[in-house]
């Protein structure tokens, strides 16, 4: 009799290996796109669809077709994603930890200080050539152009993304037209009226942008931990299709007679001949 957990891991493995294909689909598309934002999720989309494909295949034709191998690479191939995935997990919610913004006395937004971050977020931003391609992103997104008809009451009552705050205006503590030089920040200093320029080299810049990336980390995170229980309840129904194949092969309704030869106990003949002199004589 076919078991039900075979059928459960066949019908997952069936709907995640039709999931894949919008998958691999989007990484494809975002590859020939011309957009720069759109070329960072394109290796993570890709490697993820080939391995969702992957898996979902070995797991469909093992548990459908009974093949014993082919569901022990999905097993240890599940594993592995399991393990990876935690272990991502939990180095998200570290790194993401520190961070979060600063209200401003008589504003609505906030400000964000690069300090306050992890070293590793920090270090990925300060690395020339990433926060090239990240301004460039932002650059190409327009998102400090909806700021451009702001007036000085919608800068008092309105509110900003980090993005916005960090990169689109100079820090709220500057003060400029002063005939003295005061000890301000530096950001201060590297902002420009000019359209491309603008604080898109400010480390409060730096700091919007990683506050959108912890944000979005954390709710990450969470969906992580969700797939987490999932790929384990699977892992588990997985199991038990394995041990369900492996007794199909053997022809063993549970599992294979290992048992050759019983040694029989010492007064197993004694009986045996006392039982067939009895039924002679009588």
């Known amino acids: 009799m076919y078991r039900f957990s075979n059928t459960v891991i066949g019908f997952l493995n069936l709907f995640t290996l039709l999931a894949s294909i919008p998958i691999i689909g989007s990484g494809l598309w975002m590859a020939r796109s011309n957009t720069t934002c759109e070329s960072f999720m394109q290796t993570p989309l890709l490697a993820i669809g080939f391995i969702v494909l992957v898996v979902s295949l070995a797991g469909f034709i093992g548990s459908c077709f009974k093949v014993a191998w082919a569901l022990w690479v999905y097993l240890l191939v599940m594993l592995l994603l399991t393990v990876t995935l935690l272990a991502f997990t939990i180095f998200g919610f570290i790194i993401t930890s520190q961070g979060g913004g600063v209200q401003v006395p008589g504003r609505v937004y906030k400000e964000y200080r690069l300090q306050d971050y992890s070293p590793w977020l920090r270090k990925r931003v300060q690395d020339p050539h990433y ?30 993304t980090p993005v916005q705050s960090g990169c689109c205006k100079p ?91 019983v ?13 067939d002199r009895k039924d002679f004589l009588y």
Not at 249 to 260: C, I, L, Q, S, V
Request: net charge positive; proline share 2%; aromatic share 14%.
């Open 131 to 160: 926060w090239m391609t990240i301004s460039t992103c932002i650059l190409g997104t327009k998102t400090c152009a909806k700021l451009a008809s702001w007036g000085a009451l919608d800068y008092l009552e309105r509110d900003m």
């Open 263 to 275: 040694k029989p106990r010492w007064d197993f003949f004694l009986r045996r001949w006392w039982r």
């Open 171 to 261: 820090p709220t503590s500057c003060i400029y037209g002063e005939t003295t030089m005061l000890a301000q920040d530096p950001d201060c200093y590297r902002w420009s009226n000019m359209a491309n320029l603008l604080c898109y080299e400010c480390d409060s810049c730096k700091a919007g942008v990683l506050e959108d990336v912890r944000i979005d980390w954390h709710k990450l995170s969470v969906l992580n931990v969700v797939i987490v229980v999932f790929l384990i309840c699977i892992y588990s129904i997985g199991c038990c299709a394995y041990r369900n194949t492996k007794r199909s092969e053997t022809g063993f309704a549970y599992g294979e007679n290992r048992m050759k030869k």
